[in-house]
């Protein structure tokens, strides 16, 4: 299978989605039997999303690649080009990993219309890995479109009270920065046309031609099309002020729909910024960044000082996503190579710890139906082992070293700090950190009002700890926790050579061999 | 080709004599037999018209032929609509088998009048001349005005009929003024013909600028946009297509909102496309000829502007989702006047065929669910329903986010295409209206999923209604639906044939690539 690897990892999950949809209509087909299929069908995505990790060559550039035509009339040279680079590499196990596990983490808390829950879990997992693995702007504008639908009709169907309001609110306003990217694709991809005398949408292409001067766009230009572009982007990070989406949709998605909200969605702006923005306008980002940065900062500290005054758990994660999420768009824009490093460390680390939180507030909620804190207290005498992971969670969260957090935060601090390119850069890292001592703030004491104490609400009382599928599904995040806190570097020479692609054209001076100062620094921790 | 020539060629009209010759034996029929059954009826048009698709596949190789002293003309250009005709024609008559028994209406009457509305759409594509576009639109309107009013006894049909016919002529009255207009324009002393309504002739002369007027030819070309923005529904000539569309019988909504429209834009792109911009002169030429062009692609961008927005906003706040679609329908056509802006027809024919089969696919289920008498035609209507109907349901969904244009369905390609074509112009022309024309496009392109959505979410997520039955759904409608549902994709995820066709079919394309 070789080189169709990367687009069986993509359409599996799909193929899964469509035999669900057809197998057992019949009366002898259980729930249960719908649910250990859909889940077969995501851990064999998982397992076959391992070997591109574990057969992936750190500084190959883009691999595993499939690059066929598929439309070429009109001179709309549309290819179906998917590969894996240091950049999606570990964003797409990100994908493949959550998926099983938020799978399980609802095992037992959707009661309606399961088989149809199951169908929209899978076509959403090819969604958002087709996102990460495409390298053709149309096919990527295409999985990011449709990958809506799913996550639509999971927050619609299976979401909280006010579902139809948050699954329109989140729908729109994606709509509203997809199809100004659009406009940005249908610009660039003329732009490159006339200059090159090649129409095409292919990703790889365009960078390059950018790089080597084929293609140059005026700084006026340049503006345009990186905010036709980030707009989209900065709406799905959320980047402070687009962000009141956010809330909304995380509190009223069901939990397997918040974890990979979270954990993924998110990713997809960040990760678009990275793949796009940076390398496609490098005029307008060092243009913009100073502003991008301010508006990151504010996010981290607003995000913090509002997560701290939610009464609702699930808001609380919400916010601080979008005080987490400002890190790593501050780190993109310090143009430095350990902030970039940092920011998709960053990305990773939100995914696995806020999936994670996710997970343990929709466990607590299967059992009580309330998410308010004021509902809870002293947890710690009734489900000893859920507080110690959820102990394990928050510190993450709050970037305590040797988690992972902490090496993500790090780095994007002191990238930005050292940034040579961005202006007030010290003044940025500086308010930055500020967020991390206010999301230790709201993190422990939300912990503490949970978790110790006497138990104050006798419903409390009868809490049954964790189960052994519960701890299934909390195993690997923790594990990974660790694991990326202790040996960060397993993670960051995959995608080192990436990352250094994208800083380069800021840091024409630099002289390339920033790797050893990455891996001294974090091995120091 | 000489006046005098008449230039017969019956092969030529091969395919509308085809459709009428079907009309004519239904109508014979019912009048003989008293009543024809319905299935026959159906069935001999629906092999009238798989007849008239094969008559116009054996045109093919005869591309720029001109017959009948240059009233008509053979090019892919006419073929290429007269196939989106035929499918909506043939999706319309599978819609309407069974409807026009549930709703105890005469047959024979109305699959004649329907084929004799084709017969005239497809000489509107065919025409090359501007009386013969003129023939051609009252044939198709007279038969759809009837069809309009076809359910006697709804007070509402008759409505629909008596506004689509007094605005209707309205408007005809406005391109014919257009018309002579132009033909006065073209006056050229001592050649022959001395003035022409002749489109090849007025091309000609508008390129060695042998014209008596330039300025006439601009009032001229002003009242057909008139004419011509009433059929299409643009604004703002479009307050007719609500009332309109709401008050018909679904089907023949269906019929209206895709084959009227796409007739209309055939003529529209025959005129202005090419012919009067046809010349590459015209492009370069200083003083009023320049300004000639200039301004009725300024002008048709922001009528295109201006319906895109006005449809898409009042769509919003529409209860009934026939009215809503009418509104839809209208912002469609704001979006297909995007690719006349760009002087490109083969991005309006690919937009117009994807359109129409989305479009009908739609109407095919609200007929279902309207049930007789078009009773449940409001959103509300549709709640709950998903899951007690899924494949209608999952059906309506897909042609609706088809409409609003999600990646992997025909309407995302044809809105590409048509975006892609104006950007690329505005570029090649620096008219920074043209990328205007876009960015408001994509913008529209967000709002209209709201609206789209809505129907879904009453679907899906609504708490079901009391008192909804599963309806009946006929074979026939299984066929439509499956035909739709299949060109849908199929234009979406492998539109390349049927782009390479268009492609080559385009002479402009054609030099610019050599």
Redesign the interface.
């Known amino acids: 299978m070789g080189e169709y690897i990367v687009t069986i990892v993509t359409l599996l999950p799909l193929v899964g989605a469509i035999y669900l949809a057809v197998i057992g209509r019949g009366e002898n087909t259980t729930e249960n039997d719908l649910k250990w299929t859909a889940l077969v069908f995501s851990l064999a995505t998982f397992i076959l999303s391992l070997s591109l990790a574990i057969r992936f060559v750190p500084g190959g550039g883009s691999q595993f690649q499939t690059d066929v035509e598929w439309i070429t009339a009109f001179k709309l040279g549309i290819r179906y080009h998917v590969g894996v680079d240091g950049l999606s590499l570990w964003l797409v196990l990100l994908t493949t990993l959550l998926v099983p596990l938020a799978l399980l983490s609802s095992w037992n808390s959707i009661h309606k219309r399961q088989r149809e829950f199951l169908i929209s879990m899978l076509a959403l997992e090819t969604g958002m890995i087709g996102v990460f693995v495409s390298m053709d702007l149309f096919l990527f504008y295409l999985y990011w479109e449709v990958m809506l639908v799913p996550m639509y009709l999971l927050i619609g169907i299976w979401g909280g009270e006010r579902r139809i309001y948050a699954a329109i609110k989140f729908v729109i306003y994606t709509v509203v920065g997809s199809l100004l990217m659009l406009a940005g694709i249908i610009a660039i991809y003329y732009a490159h046309g006339q200059a090159t005398a090649n129409y095409t949408f292919d990703i790889v292409k365009i960078t390059e031609d950018i790089r080597g001067g084929a293609l140059s766009l005026t700084p006026a230009t340049q503006s345009l099309m990186f905010w036709a572009f980030g707009l989209a982007f900065f709406i799905k990070v959320p980047l402070f002020p687009f962000h009141t989406w956010l809330p909304d949709a995380h509190v009223e998605a069901p939990t397997a729909g918040s974890v990979l909200l979270a954990g993924v969605l998110l990713k997809m702006g960040t990760y678009g910024l990275m793949r796009f923005n940076l390398p496609f306008f490098p005029d307008a980002a060092r243009q913009w960044a100073p502003f991008i940065c301010f508006l990151a900062v504010i996010g981290i500290i607003y995000g913090a000082l509002v997560a701290m005054v939610q009464p609702d758990l699930k808001k609380l994660v919400a916010y601080s996503s979008v005080s987490h999420l400002g890190f790593v768009v501050l780190g993109i824009f310090s143009f430095t190579d350990k902030g970039m490093q940092g920011a998709l460390y960053q990305m990773l680390n939100h995914g696995i710890s806020t999936g994670a939180l996710f997970v343990i507030v929709g466990m607590i909620y299967d059992r009580r139906h309330t998410r308010l804190i004021a509902e809870f207290g002293g947890l710690a005498n009734v489900m000893p082992v859920y507080s110690t992971l959820f102990l394990i969670v928050t510190l993450s969260s709050i970037a305590l070293p040797l988690l992972n957090g902490f090496v993500g935060e790090f780095l994007v601090l002191i990238g930005t700090y050292t940034s040579t390119v961005l202006p007030q850069a010290k003044l940025f890292a500086s308010l930055a950190a500020l967020g991390m001592i206010l999301s230790a703030v709201y993190m422990l004491w939300m912990y503490q009002r949970v978790i110790y104490g006497k138990v104050t609400n006798p419903a409390n009382l009868k809490l049954a700890d964790l189960n052994l599928r519960e701890k299934v599904v909390l195993a690997p995040m923790i594990l990974l926790i660790f694991v990326m806190g202790v040996y960060p570097n397993l993670f960051l020479a995959r995608s080192k050579q990436a990352v250094q692609d994208i800083s380069a054209p800021y840091n024409p001076g630099a002289v390339a061999t920033p790797r050893a100062g990455v891996m001294n620094e974090t091995e120091e921790k | 080709m000489q006046p005098n020539d008449l230039g017969i060629n019956l092969h030529a009209v091969l395919p509308e004599t085809i459709i009428s010759v079907v009309a004519f034996i239904i109508m014979m029929v019912d009048a003989i037999s008293r009543n024809i059954e319905r299935r026959i009826a159906g069935a001999l048009s629906l092999l009238g018209l798989i007849g008239a698709g094969v008559a116009a596949v054996t045109l093919w190789k005869h591309d720029g032929e001109t017959s009948y002293s240059g009233m008509i003309i053979t090019d892919h250009f006419r073929l290429i609509f007269a196939f989106v005709f035929l499918i909506v024609a043939f999706l319309t008559v599978l819609i309407s088998m069974r409807w026009v028994k549930d709703e105890e209406l005469p047959v024979g009457e109305y699959f004649a009048l329907l084929l004799f509305a084709t017969t005239g759409m497809l000489f509107m594509s065919a025409a090359n001349d501007l009386v013969m576009i003129f023939l051609g639109l009252e044939i198709t309107s007279i038969s759809t005005y009837v069809l309009c009013g076809y359910r006697r006894r709804d007070l509402r049909s008759n409505e629909s009929a008596v506004k689509y016919f007094i605005l209707g002529s309205f408007s005809t009255a406005f391109l014919l003024f257009g018309i002579a207009f132009v033909y006065g324009a073209t006056y050229q002393a001592g050649a022959t013909p001395v003035a022409t309504t002749n489109l090849q002739i007025i091309k000609e002369r508008i390129a060695a600028g042998h014209l008596f007027s330039p300025e006439m030819l601009l009032a001229g070309a002003a009242m057909m946009i008139v004419g011509f923005g009433f059929k299409v529904a643009t604004a703002p000539f479009h307050v007719w297509s609500p009332d309109v569309y709401e008050g018909a019988p679904t089907p023949v909504t269906a019929f209206l909102s895709t084959g009227s429209k796409a007739a209309a834009f055939a003529s529209f792109a025959r005129v202005f496309v090419l012919t009067f911009a046809a010349t590459p002169l015209i492009a370069t030429a200083a003083g009023p000829l320049a300004n000639l062009q200039h301004a009725w692609v300024n002008a048709l961008a922001v009528m295109s502007i201006l319906t895109m927005t006005i449809g898409n906003l009042v769509a919003i706040v529409q209860s009934n989702i026939k009215r809503m679609l009418a509104y839809s329908s209208i912002a469609h056509a704001g979006y297909a006047l995007v690719g006349m802006v760009a002087l490109d027809w083969?991005?309006v024919a690919f937009y117009m065929l994807s359109y129409v089969v989305i479009n009908l696919g739609a109407f095919a289920i609200i007929e279902v669910i309207a049930r007789r008498g078009d009773r449940h035609t409001e959103i509300a209507d549709y709640q709950g329903i998903g899951?007690q109907s899924l494949g209608l349901a999952t059906a309506l969904s897909l042609f609706l986010?088809s409409l609003a244009g999600?990646?992997?369905t025909a309407g995302?390609?044809s809105k590409?295409?048509v975006?892609?074509a104006a950007?690329?112009a505005g570029?090649q022309t620096n008219n920074s209206l043209l990328h205007w024309v876009?960015?408001v496009g994509?913008?529209n392109?967000?709002i209209s999923?709201?609206y789209y959505?809505r129907v879904v979410?009453a679907m899906?997520?609504?708490e079901p209604a009391t008192g909804y039955v599963k309806p009946r759904v006929s074979r026939s409608l299984v066929a439509a639906l499956v035909l739709a549902i299949l060109g849908t994709l199929y234009l979406g995820v492998l539109?390349?044939k049927v782009?390479?066709t268009?492609?080559a079919a385009n002479p402009q394309n054609r030099t610019a690539k050599r």
């Open positions: 083969t991005s899951f986010l999600i990646p992997l995302f390609v590409l295409l975006f892609k950007w690329a570029s876009v960015i994509v913008i392109s967000a999923w709201y959505l979410v899906f997520f609504a539109p390349g782009l390479t268009l492609d």
